[in-house]
C-alpha cells in the first residue's frame, strides 16, 4: 500500500536507484514498507522466513532464516546501500515464554545483520523498535529522551538493539535510527492477535470482544501508512539515534470500540474481564522530536484508519466465500 506521504518523499541522489534490504519483508509492516519503496523506484531485495510472491524483476526475494550465515550473504548481495530491519519475534508473549530465542532472533540477528553492513560499506541501517523500551511510566507522556527501562524480553531485546545501532554508528559513522513504534493498525494485519484485528473478527463474526479492566487504558494507535512514511524519512534522512513513531494522540480502549462500532456498523457487545497484572495504564507518546527531526508528520486519522482495516477484513472474507 502506498501513501501520499510516503510517494511524496525526496530520495537523496546518493540513495535513488541504490537497492534495499527489507529484513521481515513479508510481513504485516514489510509488505506495505516493499511497496512504498517500489513506488519510489528504488529495488527492494526482501529476506523473511515467509515466502513473499512478486512478479516484479526488482524485488529480489530470499526465503530463509536470517540467523543463518548464508542466507544473510544471500539476502546483502553487494550492493545494498541498507537494511531496514523488522525481522524480529515481535510478541510479548513468546518474549517471556521463549526468551532464549527471543534474544537470538532480536538481538544476535541485529548484531550480525550491522555487522554485515559495515564489512560490505552498507551506511544505512533502520531498526523497528517499540515505545516498550522505556516500560511503565504510568500516564505521564513518553519522550525519545526517556530512560531505557524495558519491562519484558521483548523490550529489552528492542533496548539492546538499539545499543547496538549507536555503537555502530559511534564507531563506524554509520547512518543508524531506531524507530520506537506504538501499536500499528493497519491493512494486512489479519494474521495477527492484537486489539485492532481481534475487534474487526468479532465485527465480522457479530460476536464481542473481552475488556480488561475498566477499558479506561490509554493507547496510541498509528496507522501503518504514517509507519511508512517514517521508516522512508529515516531512511531518506542524515540522521542517527532514535525517533518515536506514533500517532501522537492517546485514547481508551472503549473509545477505540466506539469507532469501530462508528466504522463497521456492528454492535460490538463487551464483556468487561479482570485487568491484566502489569499492563500499563497509558501509552501517550510525544511525537514533536520526531517531526524535528525526521520531518515526521503523521497524516491519517483514526476513522480512516479504521476504515482500512475494515475493508481489508471485508475483501478478505469475501475472497473466503468466493474461493
Ligand atoms: N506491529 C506493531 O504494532 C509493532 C509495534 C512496535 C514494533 N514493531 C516491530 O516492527 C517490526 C515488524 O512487525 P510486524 O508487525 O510487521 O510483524 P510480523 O510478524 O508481521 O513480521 C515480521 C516478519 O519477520 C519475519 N522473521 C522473523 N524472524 C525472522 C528470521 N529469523 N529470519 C527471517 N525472517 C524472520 C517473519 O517471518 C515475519 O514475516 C518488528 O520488528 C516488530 O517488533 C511492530
Given at each position: 500500500m502506498t501513501t501520499q506521504n510516503s510517494s511524496s518523499i525526496t530520495f537523496p541522489p546518493a540513495l535513488q536507484d541504490r537497492r534495499v534490504l527489507v529484513t521481515g519483508g513479508a510481513g504485516f509492516v514489510g509488505r506495505s514498507v516493499v511497496a512504498a519503496f517500489r513506488a519510489n523506484g528504488i529495488p527492494v531485495t526482501v529476506a523473511d522466513l515467509k515466502p513473499f510472491e512478486t512478479d516484479d524483476s526488482e524485488i529480489v526475494a530470499i526465503q530463509g532464516d536470517l540467523r543463518d550465515a548464508e542466507v544473510r550473504e544471500a539476502a546483502f548481495g553487494?550492493?545494498?546501500?541498507?537494511v531496514v530491519h523488522l525481522a524480529a519475534i515481535t510478541s510479548v508473549l513468546k518474549s517471556a515464554e521463549q526468551p532464549q530465542e527471543t534474544f537470538s532472533n532480536n538481538v544476535q540477528l541485529t548484531h550480525d545483520l550491522l555487522e554485515l553492513a559495515r564489512v560490505k560499506g552498507a551506511e544505512k541501517f533502520v531498526l523497528a523498535s517499540t515505545?516498550?523500551?522505556?516500560?511503565?511510566?504510568?500516564?505521564g507522556r513518553i519522550t525519545v529522551?526517556?530512560?531505557?527501562?524495558?519491562?519484558t524480553p521483548y523490550g529489552g531485546t528492542k533496548a539492546a538493539g538499539e545499543m547496538l545501532l549507536s555503537g555502530y554508528a559511534g564507531a563506524y559513522g554509520m547512518k543508524t535510527c531506531a524507530l520506537r513504534f506504538t501499536n500499528i493498525y493497519g491493512p494486512g494485519m489479519g494474521h495477527k492477535d492484537s486489539f485492532v484485528p481481534r475487534m474487526m473478527r468479532a465485527a465480522l463474526a457479530g460476536s464481542g470482544v473481552q475488556v480488561y479492566g475498566d477499558g479506561g487504558q490509554r493507547r496510541d494507535l498509528v496507522h501503518i501508512d504514517d509507519v511508512v512514511q517514517g521508516i522512508l524519512r529515516a531512511w531518506t534522512q542524515d540522521f542517527t539515534g532514535p525517533a518515536i513513531i506514533g500517532a501522537g494522540h492517546s485514547i481508551s480502549v472503549l473509545e477505540m470500540i466506539e469507532a469501530v462500532r462508528t466504522v463497521t456498523g456492528a454492535e460490538l457487545p463487551i464483556e468487561h474481564v479482570p485487568a491484566k497484572t502489569g499492563e500499563m495504564p497509558a501509552v501517550i507518546v510525544d511525537i514533536s522530536r520526531s517531526k524535528e527531526d525526521l520531518g515526521y508528520q503523521p497524516a491519517v486519522s483514526l476513522v480512516e484508519g479504521l476504515e482500512t482495516v475494515w475493508r481489508d477484513f471485508l475483501a478478505a472474507q469475501s475472497e473466503r466465500v468466493a474461493g
Open positions: 553487494d550492493d545494498v546501500a541498507g515505545n516498550a523500551v522505556v516500560g511503565d511510566v504510568g500516564t529522551d526517556n530512560s531505557l527501562l524495558p519491562l
